[in-house]
């Protein structure tokens, strides 16, 4: 039997691309949904601040691929909080309470990005957020570790690098960390496929990048991942669109998120 996915966000930039990817495999029963419905991309409307509609959108849902979000750094309170973090509360309860066996969590680089950009960073390293935004994102993988660990709901966290749409990565920060749409789709899958007993996992999702800020290669024999592409290859083409790419204001691993 097809495992059953619920797609949260499926409208947007990352959401779309996984949709229409998974779809494509032909391997899955899918529900795509976003805060409106879109009829002609098959999309439901989902709004995951309300606890009610998140309940009945997890029943008989295999693996939640929770994508949706609002981003507003300059409202913590009205949206970062009751979007991003009490929304995440209500996706993992919902799952919890309907029997899902895994929720995979789009989490950030932001995450970490107070380290320099000298170093190299690893899902083991403490957290080091720069900004409301990857605050949300600890809190958010936190709750899945709770998860994992009091109710046995397996919880992914893909802190992903940058993926730019169908445009090539713009800036030499970015380059670092891009993604690219058929890496983020075979990434999802080796997560959604990853072995049953693995209950809990954080890892940094990007393309085999020449230069990258992680080392993702052990994610090979742990779950499947081996990345097709690689940012260099689109520095040319990159460089003629954007004539030139942006230089990054700090040496901070989270760019622009990490200016004070
Ligand atoms: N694109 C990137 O480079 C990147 C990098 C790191 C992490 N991420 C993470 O991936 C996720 C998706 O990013 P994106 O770039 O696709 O963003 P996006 O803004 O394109 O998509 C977010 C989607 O969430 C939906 N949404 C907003 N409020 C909602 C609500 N109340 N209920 C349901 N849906 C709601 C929006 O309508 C939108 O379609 C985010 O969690 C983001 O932090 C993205």
């Not at 919902?94 to 960073?121: I, W």
């Not at 230069?211 to 052990?218: A, F, L, Q």
């Amino acid at each position: 039997m097809k495992k059953k996915l619920l797609i949260t966000g499926a409208s947007g930039k990352v959401g779309w691309s996984l949709t229409k990817r998974l779809r494509e495999t032909g391997r899955y029963e899918i529900a795509a949904t976003d805060l409106e419905a879109d009829e002609a991309k098959e999309i439901a409307a989902l709004d995951m601040t309300d606890a009610e509609q998140v309940r009945r959108a997890a029943r008989g849902v295999d693996t939640v691929l929770h994508i949706g979000w609002a981003e507003d750094e300059e409202d913590f309170l009205g949206k970062v909080l009751p979007v991003n973090v009490t929304g995440a509360y209500h996706i993992y309860e919902a799952a919890r309470e309907a029997g899902v066996r895994r929720v995979v969590f789009a989490s950030s680089n932001h995450a970490t990005g107070f380290y320099s950009s000298e170093e190299s960073v690893g899902p083991e390293d403490p957290y080091r957020p720069d900004s409301f935004y990857g605050l949300s994102k600890c809190y958010i993988e936190l709750l899945g570790r709770l998860y994992a660990d009091k109710h046995g709901l397996s919880s992914f966290n893909v802190r992903i690098g940058n993926y730019p749409g169908d445009r090539p990565p713009a800036s030499e920060r970015a380059m670092k960390i891009w993604i690219s749409e058929r890496d983020l789709a075979s990434l999802f899958v080796c997560c959604i496929e990853a072995d049953p007993s693995i209950d809990f996992l954080s890892l940094y999702g990007t393309s085999a990048n020449l230069e990258n800020y992680y080392d993702i290669g052990y994610l090979k024999e742990l779950i499947g991942y081996v990345p097709q592409d690689d940012a260099a290859e689109l520095r040319e083409e990159a460089e003629r669109l954007y004539g030139g790419l942006k230089n990054d204001d700090t040496p901070l691993q989270g760019g622009g998120y990490a200016s004070r």
